[in-house]
């Protein structure tokens, strides 16, 4: 069994930061991607920023800049640090993994619950 665990959402003002975990557990044979989707209230989930096995990253156009994506060495752990944050990133921020739960398993995509991150004053 897998299971993706965000934590360190919140309230934060306009141009302040914030920084987001996640951690994949269980039963995990090897990992594709990780990374974080977000959705707005009333908007479809977009996705933020991923980060691959071979550490290649990804951003959106409307947080590239100002997100930054790491991970821990054991790659089990990542790690969203969002800067200069504006009422529009306010959102639901869900962590997901891409990763192999067994040598027989092509592949499946899981999430994790969701944080709340709210950017207002």
């Known amino acids: 069994q897998v299971q993706i665990v965000e934590s360190g959402g919140g309230l934060v003002q306009p141009g302040g930061s914030l920084t987001l975990s996640c951690t994949a557990s269980?039963?995990?044979?090897?990992?594709?991607?990780m990374g974080w989707y977000r959705q707005a209230l009333g908007k479809e989930r977009e996705l933020a920023a991923s980060?691959?096995?071979?550490?290649?990253?990804h951003y959106s156009d409307s947080v590239q800049g100002r997100f930054t994506i790491s991970r821990e060495n054991t790659k089990l752990t990542v790690y969203l640090q969002m800067g200069n944050l504006k009422p529009e990133d306010t959102a639901i921020y869900y962590c997901?993994?891409?990763?192999?739960?067994?040598?027989?398993?092509?592949?499946?995509?899981?999430w994790g619950q969701g944080t709340q991150v709210t950017v207002s004053s």
């Open positions: 997901y993994g891409d990763l192999r739960a067994s040598e027989y398993d092509p592949g499946t995509h899981y």
């Open positions: 980060i691959a096995n071979d550490g290649t990253t």
């Open positions: 269980g039963s995990i044979f090897s990992i594709f991607s």
